[in-house]
């Protein structure tokens, strides 16, 4: 679950509504790309768990870009941070999506105490801010007021972050969370149940961190439709680095993943048979 590529990152099935249970998405995803702006703040600074949290939207002419865009909670491994992932972050509020990312209490790079077990608390830091959003969407005082589609939801996260997301997956999960992407990282007790969203994996077959075989449990889990990306002969997590090999399959694959699940783009569906063609990914679903 260690987060082994850190200093690399500085570098650099039915609508989904239907299986969810909520009313599926309609339309389609944005074509281009949209400038990219970051804010950041504490979540309940003077509590006993403060949490900070970057967010990347997608910008026009200084301010956000008109439109309600669904939201991506993204997730970190151990002794990373928010930042150190903003080669892919970044590249999915250009795509449309506004990202938000906790730097969790105390699996963070520079936390002051850190404690691995402590990721088992981190769904719930996930939920709160997911609570938090909602509420600042009705704020007609804040920028992002009325930019979040607070109906559609995404968890997403790498190593201890993908087990963060699998737990958020729990039987009682509300259904604005509309699905989620697991990057090297496996299940989580109470996780992969319930109402069945869509999930996609994406594993390194060489990782020396997280076996293959633990994604490939949760995958084998999963209550509802899911997919399988093996990086192959890949560790950790190189993949996620824009310019290094698999980015741009993984990437594609990732990418058109949330516009199926979030906008209900089906031509984004569709992509999802090829983006991860090539001799370095191999692409599985059921």
């Known amino acids: 679950m260690a987060a082994a590529v850190v200093t690399m990152l500085l570098a650099g099935c039915a609508p989904a ?3 969810t249970g909520a009313p599926a998405p309609t339309g389609r995803a944005p074509e281009g790309t949209y400038a990219v702006g970051v804010r950041t703040f504490t979540l309940d600074a003077g509590s006993a768990r403060p949490l900070p949290v970057t967010v990347w939207y997608p910008a026009k002419g200084g301010a956000v870009a008109v439109g309600r865009f669904p939201v991506v909670i993204y997730s970190h491994g151990l002794d990373s941070l928010p930042e150190l992932h903003a080669g892919l972050t970044s590249r999915w509020a250009a795509a449309g999506f506004v990202v938000a990312a906790p730097a969790f209490p105390n699996t963070r790079r520079g936390a002051a105490r850190f404690n ?4 088992r608390n981190q769904p719930a830091d996930c939920w709160r801010l997911i609570r938090h959003l909602v509420r600042l969407d009705a704020r007609q005082d804040d920028p992002l007021a009325g930019h979040l589609d607070v109906a559609r939801f995404a968890a997403a996260g790498h190593s201890a972050g993908g087990y963060t997301t699998a737990r958020m997956f729990t039987s009682d999960h509300p259904s604005r969370l509309r699905a989620g992407v697991i990057v090297a990282g496996g299940g989580m007790a109470g996780g992969l149940a319930g109402q069945p969203a ?13 076996p293959l075989a633990v994604g490939r449990a949760a995958y ?5 439709p899911a997919a399988f990306v093996s990086v192959l002969g890949q560790g950790h997590g190189e993949y996620l680095i824009p310019g290094e090999p698999g980015f741009e399959q993984v990437f594609a694959t990732m990418t058109d993943f949330l516009r199926w699940t979030l906008y209900g783009d089906r031509e984004a ?12 990914t191999r692409y599985e679903s059921r």
């Open 17 to 19: 509504g239907a299986v």
């Open 116 to 119: 691995r077990a402590d990721v």
């Open 198 to 210: 869509p999930l996609l994996f994406v594993h390194g077959t060489a990782d020396p961190i997280v």
């Open 220 to 224: 084998d889990r999963a209550p509802g």
């Open 269 to 280: 569906r569709e992509r999802l048979r090829t983006d991860a063609r090539s001799p370095l």
